[in-house]
């Protein structure tokens, strides 16, 4: 009879446990749990804070006593694993209350400590009003704290998921929110081009974002930023980031990786063969990047999990490695990634494109239907799709998931453009926006149009570049780049002449669907130098907007126009 | 300098003459329709029925004088080609008001009749009040019609796309509505036993549905069905099926397939190769069924339509067949379904295994949290994944998309289970429901455990078979399999002596999750003859409840429970 170890009760841990069970009816299994929980919806915590999640009871989602009745696992809380000893096989446990330490022998160990929020060494960030996110009792005491100060100005440090997450359901519960991100964007999942679009959102939601900027300081009722700023705050809430939990096994001499996560082979056992890790806690491959990284996500942790049960039941483990597939509500909008950015992609020094549409994400006529922004990137000259970014309003995250599918099977824009989707009306279109997307990489590859990006527009309005709008005057008259020339797309033909051959022309319309018409309608009349402007005016006022507001700066339109 | 002739404004004809603009601006190209309209919404047209869309003329997206200014494309209306004369290349058009024939000559002719709808030599098919809905004239017809009659009582004739889309807008727009189907269920993409869910949310929303019945006349007043059944209707729409429009084709000497459409090659020429053709009169060839079927949907139309532009000016054509993609709502349900259904695979002799999984399309605690349900088939030993049906309130068409490129991309159970798909409470769950279904069947592959399906229960229960049901008390009280023996999972272990080792046990829970537990626990403690019920209570509720109903026999439960 094998007797098993789990150290950490959430996610992996109770994940890895639950399998272990069904393979195997006979095997001991005990599960430690520093925290008073196991097995609580981490994801969900900060819906906790608006009131979408009612009862903080209810993010429990299984007790020490139905492990037992329901797995016969022996789940302990309150219990944290101070010491493993490889040597003897046997773990030193620590009672968190009675400080009582026993010890419990196993045949194979699970690690899965997850990651600890990280608390910057800053003046005051041990004061009482301070606070991190990580766990069921964190998310009540924060709760507690505004409700009983009835705090109204709140500072949420760290642009990430959870940061973010935080924010919007405090500011959805009425409390004036700002969020301090020292990058220069949040949620870098995304690019800088479509992240400008939740600037936005946050900033139209009432939420005082200040991105560029980082904590400096906290004081019982401010907090000061590096840029010499001062912000009224009663509560603080660091989110930051995570640090793998590696304590524990570096002090039993288990490798850490040069992420500074647990090590772990393909079937993620440590450098020892009878201690297994899986979680935030260690480091994976990354498919696409052909290197080790942190990736603290529950899909992948799951996956984890259960491919260590297997793997001690002889099964054999498929490890894919990872892509990072994220999706984020940011109030009205819907943001979903998979696969590497563009940003990343060049970082690694991979030869990359990228295109960026907009297009109805249902049929025009129905009721709901909304823009989806949608950029795609994959490799030049191969085709090979390495990422995707998709936000609006509504389905962006089965667009990502589509592209996620694409890129585990290794996907091409020639694939994607030739997808059979599901189409009616209610729900897409019948050349989904991901199609779309791929036609447009398929025609750049093939060198049938050129393209300028939304954020190269700016430097060509301000160096006086000829900038073709192909819209209808009336929509030219409510906004347009400063500079442009307008002839709709129905003139262009007879009205072509005006449109100089010596000097670059750049075309765009609302979306870039029209102006596309415009560049092969000109390519084809012996223009030689001209592009096409992703994203077009509404893809450029969606981008310049908040930048223009935060910074302060001149427009490069003569009136923003979102619709 | 090229001229090119379409036959047909819409979908499929509209997209070609769009594509070749953009690829030769000097080509001179001219579209014949016979209608009075141009590209407009097919697939948007039984919306206008319930005013989801409020405008008629919306419908419409482009118009002549548009394809003249935007794409320099002369679009003619009201004018039918009666011939092809293809010694000369010329074409034979008349116009169906004035009668005036004229002739065009082509150096590439692009067809793109369509399909009409079948209207079954029957008495009374020829009466006024009788209607079929195949263009925005069709839909303004049967409105008007209906408005002016104040008609109560419609009978729709057809249980396909079009006939549950015209009878759902109806049923919102107040009328009584009887939906008549010949096979014995609606939708045939959906295999019978996912299908129940929508016979019971056609009923539950007040639509008086018949299946297995057919029409046998029509009275200016009611309808006569083949088992004797008389209906009031004051109008009937008949959406019985499409025939594609091959008389022209015919005609002019051209193949017609096997299955009735015209034939095509790999580039979509016909034996003629200055002839094309697309859409819904063509055959295509499915990927996964290896032979010509027709396939009446928007998405692959415009794809052959794009083909055929790029073969013409000697861009290589990719022609990956079909999968046949689809998608509606249901009432308060979406449903979709792709690849090869069970019936399919199995008239084709292929060998597969299918699973059904039920489980929450959201983390359960997000507000908005529905039951998606999803089934998996596959190929038995390969796992290759050959099809998939989704329903539920919430992201269906999601899952759907996924598979579908699995599909395309020749993945397997092993690579569905390991998809690595975005996931944030709102959107998913971290192992999302195409994960479950993936992993059940690689559990079943593998011969971890068996599982009976939905449609077996009944006989099992009309048997007296052994049906353990380990649900909590509270759960088993509000409806169970007549006869079942509750044991709830935390009392298993415990209780185990009372199941017995000496006749099948069959386990049962809510939704096949805590039954698949308590199977692995008695197959590891000695019993041999275990199986999973496959949808469990839920599931077999919902697949009764509308057969019990329709054909008023015994349900298999005490009582039902659709929680």
Redesign the interface.
Known sequence: MKKVVVIGGV?GGASAA?RI??????AQIVMFERGPHVSF?N??LP?YLSG??ADSK??LMMTPE?FE????IDARVNSEVIAINREEKTVTVQHTQTGEVTTESYDKLVLSPGASPIVPNLPGTDLPHVFTVRNVVDIERLHTAIVERDAQNIAVIGGG?IGIEVAENLRLAGRNVALVEFAPQILTPFDEDMVQILHKEMVDKGVDLIVGDGLANITPTTIGLNSGTEINADIVVLAIGVRPETMLAEKAGLTIGETGAIHVNQNYQTNDPNIYAVGDAIEVYHRLMHKKVRLA???????QA?AVADHMYG?PV?N?G????????VFDY?A???GLNERTAQQLGLQVEAVYVIAPDK?G???SSNPLHFKLIYEVPTGRVLGAQAIGKG?A??R???I???I????TI??L????????????T???VVNIAA?VATNLM?GRFKQVRVHEVRSLVEQGAYILDVRERAEFAQGALKGAVNIP???L?ERMAEVPKDVPVYVSCRSAQ?S??AV??L???GYTNVANVSGSFLGICLYEYYQDQAQQREPIMTQYNFK
Chains 1, 2 share one sequence.
């Open positions: 996610a639950a069970r069904r393979l195997d009816e006979q919806s994801c969900s819906f979408v999640v209810k993010l139905s009745v329901k797995h016969n998921f996500l529950a899909g992948p942790a799951q996956r259960r099964i498929t894919k990872v892509i990072g597939s994220s999706s984020i509500q819907a979903a990634a998979t049929v006529l129905m009721p389905n995250d089965k990502i998931d589509v996620a599918t694409l585990t099977m290794n996907g020639e694939d453009k030739e997808l059979e989707l599901s189409y009616s009306p209610m729900f897409s019948a050349k989904d036609l093939a797309l129905g003139e033909r029209r596309y018409n092969m309608a390519n084809h009349n």
